[in-house]
């Protein structure tokens, strides 16, 4: 602990956000870093806790506390306190692989946790993450780190997501031989198509997947196992499989005019616009047509904060944002006490930019769709509303959100996104492979494990969790490596 009194003596920091009025301009990240000189002394703020739940990374209440990567916060927030940045750049590599992602995209579940949040703000952690690894990179301290020996084993990992490039990097280093396979035509997953360039740039990406090429990890891209390739193929060629294929299934909405055009899923979306901006700028004509258009996104998490923000980025004329559940308070409840991830009202980067463009939050609370009407031409042109409201089952005893009798109003719409969540893997891969899923279409495997039903295949991330963040999917990917390489091995070091 460099400075015993730095939480009492410094306020927190954070990097400088650009103004809504401006990065509405362009599909750039908005965030400015502090300078080395504030991260140090960010860093100081830091209290080295008895128990530092910064770093636990286990359930409490149903819901994370700390990072599920056991990240050594204190240690690095100590060390960069001290200026001995390339020592903690050592640190933090040890259980993150890529703190370029986490510290971008990762809601902060360490912040949450932070003793300093009891009577005050907690250390800027995600910052203190994000300046020691652009340090790294800045410095030349990053550089590829091939393995001296290989062990002749060969690895298929099936898709290019967090978890897919996290098992890869882990087995490689490891001094197996492994191939990722991504159908999209670039690597990243999650991380490339369903994250908007506002929040994840995507040389990022590609900084980190030159370093791995460099290191000998393959890539092959436009193939779709089970499509393209036979898992038989695979299964032969290889002598170990992981599934890291995402929770790919959209969940939808099934009402009335639901195959009005005008009506997409909110990846699909995303996917379009990433694909466009790489691609062409912008300016190839193979997105929806958003400009001028009132747009209703359907469902309140991150993904439909990200439409929110693409949506008026490309030039919307309203946006509005429907969420089934009631607003979440604006401090904890009583029931909610540190260190659970506070259930608390979040306004993220879309919900402000559209409070600045449009004068009022987008998001209308306890409501949902009942009905799609369309035009003479099928376009989407209104939607009928309807009220929720929680009532309790008289059998089970449960409480449902119902509809309020009555309560249906007409909204004037012409582009729909739906961001209602993820159902699990999609069955064209899990029925290729022939392994066995759960109740929720996950990929079955005894709990705490990764091997699935099927000799020498394994699975990792969201297709075998379910939909979640970006840190929990390198955490999964980082597990099923230790077990890939005791089962081929008979033991592992990693």
Known sequence: ??????????????????????????????????????????????????????????????????????????????????????????????????????????????????????????????????????????????QPEPPKVRTGKRIAVIGSGPSGLAAADQLNHRGHYVTVFERNDRIGGLLRYGIPNMKLEKQVIDRRVDIMKAEGVAFMTNTNVGVDIKPSRILREYDAVILACGASNPRDIKVPGRESKGIYFAVDYLTKVTKSLLNSGLQDGKIPVVKDKKVMVIGGGDTGNDCVGTSIRLGAASVIQLEMMPKAPDTRADNNPWPEWPKICKTDYGQEESIAVFGHDPRVYQTTVKEFIADEKGNVCKAVLVKLEFKKDPETGRMNMCEVPGSEYIEDVDLVLIAAGFLGSQEYVTRAFGVDVDGRTNVATVPGEYKTSKEKIFVAGDMHRGQSLVVWAIREGRDVSKEVDKYLMGYTNL
């Open 1 to 142: 602990m460099g400075k015993p009194t730095g939480f009492m003596d410094d306020e927190r920091q954070s990097s400088t956000i650009i103004a809504p009025e401006e990065r509405i301009k362009n599909f750039d990240e908005f965030h400015i870093p502090l300078s080395k000189e504030c991260q140090q002394t960010q860093g100081g703020r830091c209290m080295d806790c008895g128990v530092p739940f910064c770093q636990y990374g286990q359930m409490i209440g149903g819901m994370t506390s700390g990072c599920p990567l056991n990240n050594l916060i204190p240690e690095w927030n100590d060390l960069i306190y001290r200026g001995n940045w390339e020592r903690a750049l050592k640190r933090l590599k040890k259980t993150n692989n890529f703190p370029e992602f986490t510290s971008r995209v990762c809601p902060a579940l360490c912040e949450a946790a932070c003793t300093c949040n009891i009577n005050g703000l907690p250390v800027s952690v995600k910052e203190n993450e994000h300046g020691i690894i652009e340090y790294g990179y800045e410095k030349g301290l990053i």
